[in-house]
């Protein structure tokens, strides 16, 4: 019915990549478990509050599925060569957006981090989520190390955006016009979706830096 890169595809195809992203699986998990997950820690309703809430079997479910919305998609959109350039881009990071700004949550979704790991590893297999998932790792070991609890949501967008500034050197060294059209909007919306925790990150490592003064 439609050609192949045609623009009313494009169109069909960004509907649906919006609409699989916007399906705030780990907030209805929540709601199974008869949780408000959004009542824990930072409000996030997504899989990391779904875990504190209800445990990591229930966290791992909303992980996953939050992972392949993001995936499943994408893959089958870039193995069929459908599209490219800035529509690929586009439909790439579409679920991204539609996750941080779902119409089934009142158009404020969750910070998308799962579904990012979804969406670069159909844009580049293994070597986009080893980026991210090194950088978590290594801030998860240095907590560790450090002895201390559970990270705070300051601690966790710092992770996020250390992350996502990492991939973005791996888009310009070994990507290409692609890659970095879309790592410039998911980094947008990534910091958008983390905008608060970012605010307090700065003002306490600013009003430390002023203690020490």
Same mark, same amino acid.
């Given at each position: 019915?439609?050609?192949?890169?045609?623009?009313?595809?494009?169109?069909?195809?960004?509907?649906?990549?919006?609409?699989?992203?916007?399906?705030?699986?780990?907030?209805?998990?929540?709601?199974?478990?008869?949780?408000?997950?959004?009542?824990?820690?930072?409000?996030?309703?997504?899989?990391?509050?779904?875990?504190?809430?209800?445990?990591?079997?229930?966290?791992?479910?909303?992980?996953?599925?939050?992972? !392949?919305?993001?995936?499943?998609?994408? &893959? /089958?959109?870039?193995?069929?060569? $459908?599209?490219?350039? =800035?529509?690929?881009?586009? +439909?790439?990071?579409?679920?991204?957006?539609?996750?941080?700004?779902?119409?089934?949550?009142?158009?404020?979704?969750?910070?998308?981090?799962?579904?990012?790991?979804?969406?670069?590893?159909?844009?580049?297999?293994?070597?986009?989520?080893?980026?991210?998932?090194?950088?978590?790792?290594?801030?998860?070991?240095?907590?560790?190390?450090?002895?201390?609890?559970?990270?705070?949501?300051?601690?966790?967008?710092?992770?996020?955006?250390?992350?996502? !500034?990492?991939?973005?050197?791996?888009? &310009? /060294?070994?990507?290409?016009?692609? $890659?970095?059209?879309? =790592?410039?909007?998911?980094? +947008?919306?990534?910091?958008?979706?983390?905008?608060?925790?970012?605010?307090?990150?700065?003002?306490?490592?600013?009003?430390?830096?002023?203690?020490?003064?």
């Amino acid at each position: 019915m439609f050609s192949r890169g045609s623009f009313e595809l494009f169109l069909l195809i960004l509907f649906v990549e919006i609409l699989c992203g916007s399906l705030m699986f780990s907030y209805w998990l929540g709601r199974h478990g008869r949780r408000d997950i959004r009542d824990i820690s930072d409000g996030n309703p997504g899989a990391t509050n779904l875990w504190r809430a209800l445990g990591w079997k229930y966290g791992l479910t909303g992980l996953a599925l939050d992972y !392949v919305k993001g995936f499943l998609p994408l &893959v /089958l959109i870039v193995n069929y060569e $459908l599209f490219s350039g =800035w529509q690929l881009a586009v +439909v790439a990071v579409a679920p991204v957006a539609g996750h941080a700004f779902s119409p089934f949550m009142s158009f404020s979704g969750g910070k998308a981090v799962a579904v990012t790991f979804g969406i670069w590893s159909a844009l580049t297999t293994w070597e986009g989520p080893v980026i991210l998932g090194s950088i978590f790792t290594a801030f998860t070991v240095l907590r560790i190390v450090r002895r201390k609890g559970p990270t705070t949501p300051e601690e966790d967008a710092a992770r996020v955006i250390a992350g996502i !500034v990492a991939l973005g050197v791996y888009a &310009v /060294l070994r990507g290409g016009p692609v $890659l970095w059209k879309v =790592w410039i909007m998911n980094l +947008v919306i990534l910091v958008y979706t983390h905008r608060k925790e970012i605010g307090e990150l700065i003002l306490s490592l600013s009003t430390g830096r002023n203690r020490g003064e």
